[in-house]
Nanobody, 116 residues
Framework: QVQLVESGGGLVQPGGSLRLSCSASGFTSTIAAMSWYRQTPGKERELVASITVAVGSTTYRDSVKGRFTISRDNPNNAVYLQMNSLKADDTAMYYC?????????WGQGTQVTVSS
């Protein structure tokens, strides 16, 4: 099993930046891809960005393209989400997810609030 811990959330003004971190432990050698999702009350959790561990291929939802960057640090079993030009619509709980050979693991989430 893989355990995930997110950090880096907080309150930021519109146009500002935040960097989220996700640290993995446990059976990390089984991780094939890591992703960031977000969720607001009353809405379904949505994919923000994803990266494959071996090759580093990335995907982004359209609304964050050009503003967010996902990256990985394989030796340290970590993934990051650099978020620039933040908007109020980016306000959400952000979750890290790991896709492994045995299934999916989720972190507890970190809150991002974009407000003036």
């Amino acid at each position: 099993q893989v355990q995930l811990v997110e950090s880096g959330g907080g309150l930021v003004q519109p146009g500002g930046s935040l960097r989220l971190s996700c640290s993995a432990s446990g059976f990390t050698s089984t991780i094939a891809a890591m992703s960031w999702y977000r969720q607001t009350p009353g809405k379904e959790r949505e994919l923000v960005a994803s990266i494959t561990v071996a090759v580093g291929s990335t995907t982004y939802r359209d609304s964050v393209k050009g503003r967010f960057t996902i990256s990985r640090d394989n030796p340290n079993n970590a993934v990051y989400l650099q978020m620039n030009s933040l908007k109020a619509d980016d306000t959400a709980m952000y979750y890290c997810r790991a896709l492994t050979a045995r299934g999916v693991s989720w972190g507890q989430g970190t809150q991002v609030t974009v407000s003036s």
